[in-house]
């Protein structure tokens, strides 16, 4: 399966500021996805990144928050932006693979004071 | 709309003993299913998906179309399956959410000695 990199693994942000994740794949993938884990919380999908076209953000979700940038098919960063202490979570990345399922970076832990 | 339901947050079972982890689901067409575990400090990685039937770590789940149901069970639990699983569905091939993943909340599953 796939391998990602993700960056950074965690930070700590103050209100206001904007932090920008990126996902590395080890090789070429048509569809990359962002997740967010809220504090005690499940996983729930950001949006699907595309390349070559506009990042489609699921029911809650705003590209002028999470802008998503896809520039060629191996990565993708999500930027969070004007940050609160409710934006702080765990955010993912993840690939899928056609005989692996979904393949999920490391994720990045953000707190936000 | 897709949904994921895991009912217990919580499983402790002894060394030795079954253990059978909860999945119903809610989705109109053909769902894939998948089992994902998070081991302490590791990334969520892939444990099952339906379509390939296999056993992983001794872990099986069948899929249950009239139950709507993917039971995750496992005849002898050992110590080192304690983790984080969950269960998640993605919907067919074709389809608008096809790919994007939704989670159910989540099972802690601890394993004593």
């Known amino acids: 399966s796939a391998v990602i990199s993700q960056k950074p693994s965690r930070d700590i942000c103050q209100r206001g500021t904007s932090l920008t994740i990126q996902c590395q794949v080890d090789?070429?993938?048509?569809?990359m996805f962002w997740y967010r884990q809220q504090p005690g919380q499940s996983l729930t999908l950001i949006a699907t990144?595309?390349?070559?076209?506009?990042?489609?953000?699921e029911s809650g979700f705003v590209i002028d928050k999470f802008p998503i940038s896809r520039p060629n098919l191996t990565f993708s960063t999500l930027t969070v932006s004007n940050m609160s202490p409710e934006d702080s979570s765990i955010y993912l990345c993840?690939?899928?693979?056609?005989?692996?399922?979904?393949?999920f970076g490391s994720g990045t832990r953000l707190t936000v004071v | 709309a897709q949904r994921v339901t895991q009912p217990e947050k919580l499983l402790s079972v002894f060394k030795g003993a079954p253990v059978e982890l909860k999945c119903n689901y809610s989705?109109?067409?053909?769902?894939?299913l998948f089992w994902y575990v998070q081991y302490s400090r590791q990334r969520l990685q892939l444990l099952l998906r339906?379509?390939s039937r296999e056993s992983i770590k001794g872990f099986t789940a069948d899929l249950n179309k009239g139950e709507t149901s993917f039971h995750l069970k496992k005849p002898f639990a050992q110590e080192e399956d304690s983790a984080m699983y969950y269960c998640?569905?993605?919907?067919?091939?074709?389809?608008?959410?096809?790919?994007?993943?939704?989670f159910g909340q989540g099972t802690i599953l601890t394993v004593h000695p």
């Open positions: 993840s690939v899928p693979h056609r005989f692996h399922g979904y393949t």
């Open positions: 090789s070429q993938v048509t569809m």
């Open positions: 990144a595309n390349q070559g076209s506009e990042a489609t953000y």
């Open positions: 989705y109109s067409g053909s769902p894939e």
């Open positions: 339906h379509i």
């Open positions: 998640a569905l993605s919907g067919d091939a074709g389809g608008t959410s096809y790919g994007k993943l939704t």
